[in-house]
């Protein structure tokens, strides 16, 4: 009676997979890919190839770049994304001195409770506190928003497929739609509130392009502010902000790989030793 019930489970999960394999191939084969599906898997285009400072296993963060990423975030990002896993205080592991990060805290508006009535009142920005959000909650950000809710950037990198150079090409991607787009799958035409980004999975994407001429931040350092280079920045500093211990990550990988290869010499050596008188009796 056991044998007979685990083969009719087997069967019944057997039969199940088989079920759910079927019916999208026959679905497909009969009545063609749902268009906007059939428009992704031509039109949507991996990360561009570029290369930051911290690629490769002895690549390290550009503190120059992470702070003109910073200058990017706030003059064009903060408006409608936060950094709510970001102290303001871990701006002093890129250059920034205590008085500097303080002053960028101030910047900030975050919650807070008026001492005299104990009501709710936002109040300037601490070391202490981290990158606020912009809305009050999602539905606030959904309703600035066309019903879009702009996510949350701290891990944005690590989140997509593609880490910084993903950013980078979403930042620098939008465009008018192809003609051939528009000819082949016009049910893929970008509708009310949306724009059109073959970077971004749908090629359809809620947010406006948040770079759009050079010279829209001014950098304290001097460099061109050039749509390309403000992509890169911000790209490098939500790297950085995803995974500020990435360069001891790497470091400490490197310590730990030689003392592997050590510790394999040693234990070959060692065995090398304890097996030499037995093989000389045999």
């Known amino acids: 009676m056991i044998r007979i019930g685990a083969l009719a489970l087997g069967f019944f999960f057997f039969a199940t997979v088989i079920f759910w394999s079927f019916i999208p191939g026959a679905y497909t084969h009969f009545f063609g890919e749902h268009p906007p599906k059939a428009a992704e898997k031509v039109f949507h285009l991996e990360p561009k190839d570029v290369s930051f400072s911290f690629d490769g296993p002895f690549g390290s963060w550009d503190a120059q770049q992470l702070q003109r990423g910073l200058k990017v975030y706030k003059e064009t990002c903060a408006a409608c994304h936060s950094l709510e896993q970001v102290s303001f205080r871990s701006l002093s592991e890129i250059g920034y001195t205590e008085a500097e990060v303080k002053a960028i805290a101030a910047e900030f508006t975050v919650p807070g409770v008026n001492p005299d009535t104990g009501e709710a009142e936002g109040r300037p920005g601490l070391p202490t506190d981290k990158f606020p959000s912009p809305y009050a909650n999602d539905i606030a950000a959904a309703a600035a928003n066309n019903n879009?809710?702009?996510?949350?950037?701290s891990l944005?990198?690590?989140a997509r497929k593609g880490g910084a150079p993903?950013?980078?090409s979403l930042?620098?991607?939008?465009q008018d739609p192809p003609a051939e787009l528009l000819q082949k799958y016009p049910e893929a035409k970008p509708g009310p509130g949306l724009n059109y980004n073959?970077?971004?999975k749908n090629l359809n994407i809620a947010m406006v392009?948040?770079?759009t001429v050079d010279g829209q931040v001014t950098y304290d350092d001097g460099t061109e502010a050039t749509v390309d280079q403000m992509a890169k920045d911000v790209s490098a500093f939500?790297?950085?902000t995803a995974e500020p211990t990435m360069i001891e990550r790497k470091r400490t990988g490197f310590w730990w790989i030689g003392f592997l290869i050590f510790a394999t010499i040693l234990a070959y050596l060692s065995k090398k030793q304890v097996w030499s008188s037995i093989k000389g009796k045999d």
């Open 198 to 200: 073959p970077y971004f």
């Open 171 to 174: 930042l620098t991607g939008y």
């Open 238 to 240: 939500l790297s950085w």
């Open 148 to 153: 879009a809710i702009p996510p949350d950037l």
């Open 156 to 158: 944005m990198p690590k």
């Open 166 to 168: 993903y950013i980078y």
């Open 209 to 211: 392009a948040p770079l």
